[in-house]
């Protein structure tokens, strides 16, 4: 990925670009898997508040790296509007010069390309170079502490005679009924967990996408920089949620958090449902408190399903795929074609998401008290056997 970061400014096809960046989202995705799996591998039940500081890293960074890019970008100005038909093209010439607009021609088109050869030529190369030097000494870093951990497991050595001393007890459970019946509860849980991501995320992401289109078009009729401003106020409580969330997850369960946030975002859109279209106010609160609700969920769902079922690779790939998928599949560009004739589609779509997610949670809850009283149940077997060899080796010795 580092190598793909220092390549892509100097790419200048748009089928080598699509390819690179193909290359980027594979790569994200692998990472992303890999890097919430290890975080909860190695603090286990413990790895909530860990979880939470890696979802704040990625929502600072969202914020954060596309204000430092601005020095680098080039000060042209392309009016993408521009046709080949000469009479629809507008084109500014410089920003040192008086914003001088031409109406062109096919030879003004070539005039005013020679003036942009003048203007200050884009730097994009140099964020993108130390960010892939930065990648590759990271991915070298956690190459070599990848390894030395692989290392230190070989050159455990577990005796054998406390192997079997320890599976004598557990060998028995191993093939009653329970254990059939518990992969399946755990089974049920990350189906649920997965379906929780993917309504989640469709709508999430629809509404940061369409808020703006969404406040303009409702009966409030606001301006985009009203609506705009709104958005970055979003943002920052969206933040903030995100950074709580780290203190919070160290302190209450995950289930509980769920419970909240989806009540949060409920609350938030009943708001919206009642006064979008009649109290700017109303309008406000709602968005903030809506944008709170999605503050911690993504990071939550890992934690709980970590303490209930335990995340592997592949339970995890399946959450990322599934919170990305709603997207993929096409979801926003249903609400996009019809936000602007019917823009409380937005919020009646995101309600009917919310009574799925609370459904979802029903179910984790249900399949978690199976889930505990299995585990009492065996609990309760590993007890009562040590119990009668003990009974059995005390006879053993009084005779």
Known sequence: MGIVSIIIPNVTELIGHLVFQLIVGITVGVIEVGGNVKILNMWKKDGGPHMQALSFVWTAAAAVVPLMLVPFLSSKHDNLNCKYNATDCNSTVTENATMNTFNQTAEDAELIKEFNDFEHQTQIWIPYSLLGVSLIISGL?????????MLRNRSRKTPIAEEKNTETT???????????????????????GCLLLFIFYGFSDTTWQYWVTFVMFSDLKLSKKSGVFMLSAMNVSFAITNFLGIFIAAKVKPFKILIVLTS??????????LFANSSLTMLWIGAIVETIGFGCIYATVFNYLQRRVGITNTIGSFLVFAAWFANAMGYSVLIGHYIERYPMTLIYTNLMSIAVIFLCLMGLLYFERKLKNIAKCKYNAVSKSTNQNLLHFKQNVET
Do not use: M, P, R, W
Not at 170 to 192: G, P, Q
């Open 141 to 149: 870093v956690a190459l070599i502490f990848g390894v030395k951990q």
């Open 264 to 273: 949060l975002l409920a609350t938030g859109n009943i708001i919206h449902l």
């Open 170 to 192: 557990v060998e028995l459970i191993k093939h009653n009924d329970s254990d059939k019946t518990e992969k399946y509860y755990k089974i049920a849980c990350v189906i649920l």
